[in-house]
């Protein structure tokens, strides 16, 4: 019998991760709430899974226009659940379908995908976990281009991926005219290496402002820094 999985519960919603292949994690909790825009008005949220990252962004920015996009069709019904029994006033709205077929009149001025991007060596018997892993299902070259044309001039581009793919995806970036304004380095100690880095990238030439993030203390625990970001979400702090 399989063990039943609980839900996760945040400060102000409640996320169930059953019915997804991907569970609530410290990647997509980071980036959404690492996501910075000072007054987007349309947010899009590509490969929404448990729902989790436009949950997130519900609750900071009460009055944006949020829209998920889902391919995969049990992430679809997962993500449905959460959106509709979430308390939150402003409901989101949410699409079965991939970002290659997608398109929009409407220009987004944030934009944030925790994306799949492990290889085909990391396939499992599991499907809908391997939809949700495998990069072959959203290229990076895929992803980019698609958000390119989907940003609002001043609009902001939000993606995370493992350290060791820093090149390849400033290198796809810069094919295609994508600047990177920000470019934070995720560590889970200082002395330990980095495995995450996330990535702010604009339409507008610009520096690229490099920082670092600690979540973790030397010993045991958060780091100051990680529980003030995320003090309002996760019922620990």
Not at 23 to 43: Q, R, S, T, Y
Not at 139 to 149: F, I, R, V, Y
Request: glycine share 4%; hydrophobic share 40%; with cysteine.
């Amino acid at each position: 019998m399989n063990k039943k999985i609980k839900p996760f519960q945040f400060k102000k919603f409640t996320i169930e991760h059953d019915k997804c292949a991907m569970k609530v994690g410290f990647d997509g909790a980071l980036l959404a709430v690492w996501g910075k825009h000072n007054n987007p008005l349309e947010i899009l949220d590509i490969g929404s899974g448990s729902g989790l990252i436009s949950l997130i962004l519900r609750q900071r920015f009460k009055h944006a226009n949020i829209l998920a996009i889902e391919p995969n069709k049990n992430a679809f019904i997962q993500s449905d659940i959460n959106f509709k029994n979430a308390p939150f006033e402003k409901k989101i709205n949410l699409l079965l379908t991939d970002l290659q077929s997608f398109s929009s009149k409407i220009k987004f001025d944030l934009i944030l995908s925790n994306p799949p991007f492990f290889s085909e060596d990391t396939k499992s018997d599991n499907n809908d976990r391997n939809e949700a892993r495998q990069e072959k299902y959203l290229p990076l070259s895929q992803l980019l281009n698609g958000a390119k044309k989907l940003l609002s001039k001043k609009g902001k581009l939000f993606l995370i991926y493992p350290t060791w793919e820093v090149s390849r995806v400033i290198h796809e970036a810069n094919k295609l005219n994508l600047f990177v304004g920000v470019q934070t380095t995720i560590f889970s100690k200082k002395q330990k290496p980095s495995k995450r880095t996330i990535f702010e990238f604009q339409l507008e030439p610009c520096t690229t402002v490099f920082e670092e993030f600690i979540s973790g203390n030397q010993d045991v625990g958060y780091s100051k820094q990680y529980s003030e970001l995320m003090k309002n979400f996760y019922t620990i702090f």
